[in-house]
């Protein structure tokens, strides 16, 4: 049986939106998730980090749905960061090529000051 899926989403006091993704991320659960990435991004919220770092597996549905939010968040001149510390989520990112696109950071703090500052080189993960 695979690791439970769930989202906490977190409203920082700078207005930066947070999503914490735990448990394997697939194909059941990438609508949901892109619905509420872009109901954020629609609110107002052009700030957002997508914390990995509790994610046992990832497929390509959610890689589609982070696509589709990322498209709309640049945009509107948002920035979107994601903490990927566990090596194989972040190969994932890298095989399918879009570590040229997202902002992998290795902690969120990284990943946060990125968002906050506005942008920047991809950080190493």
């Known amino acids: 049986m695979g690791s439970r899926f769930a989202i906490r989403e977190e409203l920082l006091p700078d207005g930066t939106e947070v999503f914490a993704v735990a448990g394997e991320a697939d194909m059941l659960h990438a609508a949901g998730f892109e619905s ?71 902690t969120r703090e990284a990943a946060l000051e990125m968002v906050r500052r506005g942008g920047g080189e991809p950080a190493p993960a």
């Open 36 to 106: 509420r990435l872009i109901s954020a991004i629609e609110a107002g919220h052009l700030a957002i980090v997508i914390d990995l770092s509790e994610t046992t597996f990832i497929d390509s549905s959610m890689l589609r749905a982070f696509v589709g939010a990322w498209r709309r968040l640049s945009n509107r001149g948002g920035r979107m960061a994601l903490v990927c510390s566990t090596p194989s989520i972040c190969r994932f990112f890298e095989l399918a090529g879009l570590d040229r696109i997202f902002e992998l950071h290795p």
